[in-house]
């Protein structure tokens, strides 16, 4: 490598390092947080806060460097704001939700965290994600230190069963899946991600495999226990067989009969060929396959998601075969999925009048903009962890390539925008602690793959596979 070279990766390092260290909020003199973005341009609205979900790569940064502190007081932190009975224009929202951000407020020398747990956020919408990565950054939290006591303490098995509670509770279900309301989670605006989204089912999967592995069997510990056991083989079940996509199933469903009556039926859900995009039937190649973005009464949403996708490699959700396939289609789409930013949230767009009737006419959620078909660098770790577990380093290695050659000199913008990711988003803040955090976390997971044990889980002892 030139010096030049080295000078200037050096450079973009410590300049991501540099960021990530001002993005620190203390809370009486303790690092417990990272902010969403220090944009010194645009209006903070609520950046200036310290959202669950965007603290995780933070996180796994400062585990990988031994700056575990931040991480335990985070952990411990949000747990006291877990919400036991909150009160919303008369109604109640239930216990066991984690805020989806907070934030340091003070009243003359005393400090006091105010926590949002979607009663201010845009539309009011409930961070479902929060409390399901909480637990699984507890989990990475023991891994990377080997502290079993934190997890052990009455507080934290008791916030663990109340998230349980939340997420097992009995509702008026035919399904494994968890049912739950539009833009729950990172895509926290209308983009018809309601019903059963793969992302939180795969998030949710992930935090059961978690809490197994976290609860004492002590007290009622062994009854939580075995109610996620039964719960993880049935989700993995419905995941893996009804969710999985390839020319196979595609050609089944394109056969498939309707109104079909009766236990032992191919058509469960009720799906109609002439449901399935004419953009699918082109773009999938023969070699690859994926999990479908959403399944329900009447509905396959055939888009692919990056996230759910990713985790459910790194969970082992998918199959060994089914990782290598999901990695396939990452490299026959390659322009489409990673074009000139890592990694597309969604494929494809939503555009017309069906962007018009799903997102209620959003502007921040045009064609190839923000959630609807925007590249995001915070995906970078995820893709560069699945890279490295399913062994295909090289696309790791490229993916990091094209994003530091960007992302230092565009200031780190939360998104970008147009089909292969060339534009910088049309309202993306720039210093964006996520795609701080994701460069320097894929960096790690590519130089010290060992540290993939703080996000990943051997496959399963069910051991269905998706293309069954
Ligand atoms: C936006 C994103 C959300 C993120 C938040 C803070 O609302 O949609 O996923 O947590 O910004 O970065």
């Known amino acids: 490598m030139k010096t030049s070279t080295i000078n200037q990766k050096n450079f973009q390092q410590t300049e991501a390092w540099r960021l990530l260290e001002e993005s620190i909020i203390y809370y009486q003199g303790k690092p417990i947080g990272t902010v969403a973005a220090h944009d010194p341009e645009l209006e903070a609205l609520n950046y200036d806060q310290c959202f669950l979900r965007d603290f995780i790569p933070s996180a796994l940064v400062f585990l990988m460097e031994g700056k575990s502190e931040i991480v335990r007081n985070f952990l411990v932190e949000t747990l006291k704001l877990q919400s036991h009975e909150k009160q919303m224009d008369c109604f109640q929202p239930g216990s066991g939700l984690m805020p989806a951000s907070f934030k340091v407020e003070s009243n003359g020398s005393e400090e006091y965290l105010i926590a949002d747990f979607g009663e201010q956020a845009i539309a009011r919408v409930p961070p479902i994600d929060s409390c399901l990565w909480w637990i699984l950054l507890l989990r990475a939290y023991e891994k990377a230190t080997g502290d079993l006591e934190l997890a052990r303490q009455p507080q934290f098995q008791a916030g663990i069963k109340l998230i349980l509670d939340l997420c097992l509770v009995h509702r008026f279900a035919m399904y494994p899946t968890m049912l739950v309301p539009d833009g729950a989670f990172m895509i926290d605006r209308r983009m018809g991600v309601y019903e059963h989204p793969l992302e939180i089912q795969v998030l949710f999967y992930a935090a059961m495999r978690a809490s197994r592995e976290l609860l004492l069997p002590d007290g009622d510990g062994g009854r939580y226990i075995d109610k996620v056991n039964g719960r993880l083989g049935a989700l993995h079940y419905h995941i893996c067989n009804y969710y999985w996509v390839d020319l196979k199933r595609l050609r089944e469903i394109y056969r498939y009969k309707g109104n079909e009556f009766g236990k032992e039926v191919a058509n469960k859900f009720n799906i109609y060929s002439e449901s399935i995009p004419n953009w699918v039937i082109e773009w999938l190649p023969e070699s690859s396959g994926y999990l479908a973005g959403n399944l329900g009464p009447g509905r396959m949403d055939f888009r692919f998601f990056a996230l759910g996708n990713l985790m459910a490699i790194l969970t082992s959700l998918a199959s060994e075969k089914e990782s290598q396939s999901i990695m396939n289609l990452f490299v026959h789409r390659w322009q489409d999925l990673i074009g000139y930013m890592p990694v597309k949230i969604c494929y494809p767009a939503i555009e017309g009048l069906e962007w018009r009737i799903v997102t209620g006419c959003d502007p921040k959620n045009i064609p190839w903009s923000y959630h609807n078909g925007g590249n995001w660098p915070v995906l970078l770790w995820l893709f560069t962890a ?45 210093n964006q602690t996520w795609s701080v955090a994701g460069l320097l976390a894929a960096k790690q997971f590519l130089a010290n793959p060992h540290f993939l044990e703080l996000v990943t889980f051997a496959e399963s002892f069910e051991g269905f596979g998706c293309s069954l």
């Open 386 to 430: 699945a890279a490295v577990k399913t062994g295909r380093v090289e696309l790791a290695q490229e993916a990091i390539a094209i994003a530091e050659s960007r992302l230092t000199q565009d200031k780190f913008p939360e998104y970008y925008d147009g089909n292969n990711g060339r534009l910088i988003g049309k309202e993306a803040r720039i």
